[in-house]
């Protein structure tokens, strides 16, 4: 298990934009199209972009990404010991993480926060016809 320090928020701010910039760098997508689309879902459920029922969504239902909770109540370190290859968003009590291949890719290592959803991003391949 390792820390990377990743910011991709296009201004270099740190700001309370963990969701954000965890789901842009987890699906190799656009900080300001990750955003777009949770104002949309917010404007959906009548809820702030950044509330938890909107990147369930985002995660769940348009990006059809597995959740996996079996994990809950373990570190994020423990967690990346125990599955140290993929790509997984995290969920801790008020924060959202990117890990990827063993490594948090984030702002800060939050490796001794308690997991609360994992979800997995799995890898496209490409199909050759």
Request: aromatic fraction near 10%; proline fraction near 2%.
């Amino acid at each position: 298990m390792s820390f990377k320090f990743l910011n991709v928020n296009p201004m270099g701010k740190r700001e309370e934009d963990c969701v954000t910039r965890a789901i842009s760098a987890a699906m190799d997508i656009d900080y300001y199209e990750v955003k777009h689309k949770l104002n949309l879902i917010a404007d959906l459920f009548d809820c702030e972009s950044l509330c938890v029922c909107c990147y369930k969504h985002l995660l769940d239902d348009v990006f059809n990404l597995d959740r996996i909770e079996s994990y809950h109540g373990i570190t994020i370190g423990e967690f990346l010991r125990r599955n140290p290859y993929g790509k997984f968003i995290i969920r801790t009590d008020g924060h959202l993480t990117f890990a990827k291949n063993g490594c948090i890719n984030d702002t800060w290592d939050c490796s001794d926060r308690i997991v609360d959803i994992v979800w997995q991003v799995k890898e496209l391949s490409l199909i050759h016809i």
